[in-house]
């Protein structure tokens, strides 16, 4: 800093230093000011893709839950489907079997008539 003589006032007094500092002093408020609007830019840009982000999942969730409600409803609605067939076959398994019997047992009568009438007999 300069040093002043006897009779010499602080405004008669002229410090290039000082002016320069004073100037990057004044800059580097309005630097500071610029960096503080362009945080403020910026958090604000951060909130509102922050919300849109958020928004965005929770429609994703509402989706999601839909989705398996219906995947839900479409399993049970096959898996009655499936058990309904199920009952069905059974039902008619029942008199197929039946049927194959009769035809099996007509056969082996058969085949003992045609051994009876050709002479086929057990004798001890």
Do not use: C
Request: no cysteine; charged share 30%.
């Amino acid at each position: 800093m300069a040093e002043f003589k006897s009779g010499e006032s602080m405004e008669h007094h002229y410090d290039p230093d000082l002016k320069s500092r004073l100037i990057a002093l004044e800059r580097g408020a309005t630097t500071g000011e610029t960096r503080i609007a362009s945080v403020e830019r910026d958090t604000a840009d951060h909130t509102r893709r922050l919300g849109t982000l958020e928004e965005w999942r929770r429609q994703k969730d509402i989706e999601e839950a839909k989705q398996t409600t219906e995947w839900t409803a479409f399993r049970r609605e096959i898996n009655a489907r499936i058990e309904s067939l199920t009952t069905e076959i059974v039902d008619v398994k029942k008199p197929l079997q039946k049927i194959m019997y009769t035809i099996v047992v007509g056969f082996l009568l058969t085949l003992m008539a045609l051994a009876w009438k050709s002479g086929f007999s057990i004798s001890p």
